[in-house]
């Protein structure tokens, strides 16, 4: 079993939409969770960073952690075509290395 | 935060011959990182580099392969050696903050193909 699990995608919605991305985990000994965001021809940029349980509001993006259910979201509200990007969640015990997810493919149709 | 310089941004070789990336970061980091890439995967680290320490290496990655300097705490090369089509990737330098180094920042990568 993978530490972490993205669905590939590709997802596909219109300009507007609440766009939802998740992955889940495998070990509750994980603590911390990041949401990162690659452009193509770009590396990836840290976009969320959440310690334990709860939620991160940050503008249009929130990112969810449910450590009970070892699931981990990122929402983006009213979604725009600059959006359009690969999203990759990684988490961290601390002090290691990160796991990465495979990344979500996301493109916004104006 | 940090500012991160990766060159080439991409190159074609030829099956054999090595690549050198160089990584620049625009302050001092203790750590920096070298990632891989590739199509459908998810980013696989190559191996941590300290300064004025040898590298460590992840499982599957070996120094006579993938060699790695670490001169100054601002600078930093992979070289990519005796290269075959299987090493066609993207290879991203990072260097880390936040209270356990999780918070990666990454240049903007080398796209390498192997003919």
């Known amino acids: 079993q993978k530490e972490v699990e993205q669905d590939p995608g590709p997802l596909s919605v219109p300009e507007g939409a609440i766009v939802s991305l998740n992955c889940t985990y495998s070990?509750?000994?994980?603590?911390?969770f990041m949401w990162y965001r690659q452009y193509s021809r770009k590396g990836p940029e840290l976009l969320m960073y959440t310690y334990s349980s709860g939620n991160k509001e940050d503008g249009r993006f929130t990112a969810q952690v449910d450590k009970s259910s070892k699931y981990i979201s990122l929402f983006i509200r009213d979604s725009q075509p600059s959006d359009s990007a690969t999203y990759l969640c990684?988490?961290?015990?601390?002090?290691?290395?990160?796991?990465f997810g495979t990344g979500t493919r996301l493109t916004i149709i104006p | 935060s940090a500012v991160i310089s990766q060159k080439p941004s991409r190159d074609i070789c030829q099956r054999g011959t090595s690549l050198t990336i160089q990584c620049q970061v625009d302050?001092?980091?203790?750590?920096m990182f070298w990632y891989r890439q590739q199509p459908g995967q998810s980013l696989t680290l190559i191996a941590t580099a300290n300064q004025g320490s040898e590298a460590t290496y992840e499982s599957g990655f070996v120094i006579d392969k993938f060699p790695i300097s670490r001169p100054n705490l601002t600078f930093s090369t992979l070289t990519v050696s005796n290269m075959s089509p299987e090493d066609s990737s993207i290879y991203l330098c990072?260097?880390?903050f936040g209270t356990g180094g999780e918070k990666l920042f990454f240049g903007s990568g080398t796209q390498l193909s192997v003919l």
């Open positions: 990684a988490i961290s015990r601390g002090n290691e290395k990160l796991t």
């Open positions: 990072s260097v880390g």
């Open positions: 070990n509750s000994a994980f603590q911390y």
């Open positions: 302050s001092q980091v203790t750590m």
